[in-house]
């Protein structure tokens, strides 16, 4: 298994560019989430998803948006990016009755 | 809404020294997580304890749990310079998808 993919490691946007970061997993887990970290600041929820088609807003949901047509992928995507938007993003996986969290290795976004 | 709150933030300790970190938070949950994040990495999973009273050893960390006080802490003990990160507690927001809530992270540093 590979774990948790993420896409791309690193990116550096525009002012108002839309881009979509790729998460996926390969362990037919149903719970997905996207976090994004900033200093001081800890790791917030973005969106998670419960199952392919079913996505719902986590703490800081505001640019961004998000769809689960595969149980595989959730991609995050900006549609218009903002200095703001500057972040580290985290995705996970978990599947019910599970006691562990699979993050991925993260990706590094700055928008000028 | 469910917000988790860890004290310190900074912490800078002597190699040798004990040391505990807090998490409060401050809505039911009977699964909490701490996670261990070197710079530039993503989040190692350390601990999940699971009910009121768990408590839970590896090499120099021990983490426990009291859900009735809605406390987990993290003991260092004997620390030494490999202990140096960020420290990140979490806990399971049930009607999030089993999606995590964050406290702001303990940096920690070890020094001689």
């Known amino acids: 298994n590979a774990g948790v993919t993420q896409t791309p490691k690193f990116q550096v946007l525009k002012t108002g560019q839309s881009m979509t970061l790729q998460c996926a997993q390969d362990?037919?887990?149903?719970?997905m989430s996207w976090y994004r970290q900033d200093p001081g600041m800890g790791l917030r929820l973005i969106h998670y998803?419960?199952?392919?088609?079913?996505?719902d807003q986590g703490e800081v949901p505001n640019g961004y948006n998000v769809s689960r047509s595969t149980t595989e992928d959730f991609p995050l995507r900006l549609l218009s990016a903002a200095p703001s938007q500057t972040s580290v993003y985290f995705c996970?996986?978990?599947?019910?009755?599970?006691?562990?969290?699979?993050f991925g290795p993260g990706t590094r976004l700055l928008v000028l | 809404e469910l917000k988790v709150e860890q004290n310190p933030l900074f912490l800078s300790m002597q190699e040798g020294k004990n040391y505990t970190i807090y998490c409060n938070y401050s809505?039911?949950?009977?699964?909490l997580y701490w996670y261990r994040q070197d710079p530039g990495k993503s989040l190692e999973s350390l601990f999940v304890?699971?009910?009121?009273?768990a408590v839970k050893q590896e090499g120099r960390l021990m983490a426990s749990l009291d859900t009735k006080a809605r406390l987990s802490t993290l003991h260092i003990t004997a620390a030494v310079h490999d202990l140096s990160a960020t420290y990140f507690c979490?806990?399971?927001?049930?009607?999030?998808?089993?999606?995590?809530?964050f406290g702001k992270g303990t940096s920690l540093l070890v020094t001689p």
């Open positions: 998803s419960v199952g392919a088609g079913i996505t």
């Open positions: 996970a996986s978990s599947y019910r009755g599970s006691e562990t969290q699979y």
């Open positions: 809505t039911t949950s009977d699964r």
């Open positions: 304890l699971l009910s009121n009273g």
């Open positions: 979490a806990v399971v927001g049930w009607s999030s998808g089993y999606a995590l809530n």
């Open positions: 362990m037919n887990h149903e719970y």
